[in-house]
């Protein structure tokens, strides 16, 4: 069974921190690129941040550039974003999803994590 399972979500104050983690298991995490989406109510879904199977590309959205920073440990099956100086309208629901390539519709889809930003 495939799964991708987020966590580290949370409510957190304006310029604060949090570190998403998403565990992979049910098929060959190595071979996959990982993208973080989020969405919040009444927005469309959006694509955060991508990173490549071996690590050596990422890429992520102008708005959060600078601020977040995906990563991955294959060892472990796992890929984490970072997320920095949070600011309010980083609220949404974030998912961890996998694809064999850039470019291409994910083939696996987390549940989801919360991420709440507000005094």
């Known amino acids: 069974q495939v799964q991708l399972v987020e966590s580290g979500g949370g409510l957190v104050a304006p310029g604060e921190s949090l570190r998403l983690s998403c565990v992979a298991a049910g098929f060959a995490f190595s071979g996959y690129t990982m993208r973080w989406y989020r969405q919040s109510p009444g927005k469309e879904r959006e694509l955060v941040a991508a990173?490549?199977?071996?690590?050596?590309?990422?890429n992520y959205v102008d708005s959060v550039k600078g601020r977040f920073t995906i990563s991955r440990d294959n060892a472990k099956n796992t890929v984490h974003l970072q997320m920095n100086s949070l600011k309010p309208e980083d609220t949404a629901l974030y998912y961890c999803?996998?694809?064999?390539?850039?470019?291409?519709?994910?083939?696996?889809w987390g549940q989801g994590t919360q991420v709440t930003v507000s005094s």
């Open positions: 990173i490549s199977d071996n690590g050596g590309l990422t």
């Open positions: 999803s996998a694809a064999r390539w850039f470019g291409v519709d994910p083939n696996y």
